[in-house]
């Protein structure tokens, strides 16, 4: 069997609270809240953070641009190495 082409793997890492910030999206405040992080076929990683309505109700979850900031960047980083171990470890569908 050929090796499968793999496009990219994807993991979400929560943002701590004292990290997490504010953005705007069409005149709406949104505080984000988790990142997706993508490692892509190169080795790097692509980021976006996601966020709910700071005014609450159902309002979607929207993506935004990661605040680059040494703490955010430690954040992916240290959950890229985690994501990696937990990969490393899987047992399968039915594991």
């Known amino acids: 069997m050929t090796s499968p ?3 990219a793997l994807a993991f ?3 943002i ?9 999206r069409r005149g709406e405040e949104f505080e984000l809240q988790s990142i997706t992080v993508r490692l892509l076929p190169d080795g ?3 980021a976006k953070a996601y966020g709910r309505p700071t005014a609450g109700g159902r309002g979607a979850y929207v993506s935004f641009a990661v605040r680059r900031d040494a703490e ?3 954040l992916i980083d ?3 190495g985690e994501a990696a171990r937990l990969w490393a470890g899987h047992r399968g569908l039915d594991g």
């Open 12 to 14: 979400n890492v929560s």
């Open 5 to 7: 082409e793999v496009n």
């Open 44 to 46: 790097s990683l692509a």
């Open 16 to 24: 701590p609270e004292h990290l997490r910030w504010r953005d705007e």
């Open 78 to 80: 240290a959950a890229a």
């Open 72 to 74: 955010i960047d430690a």
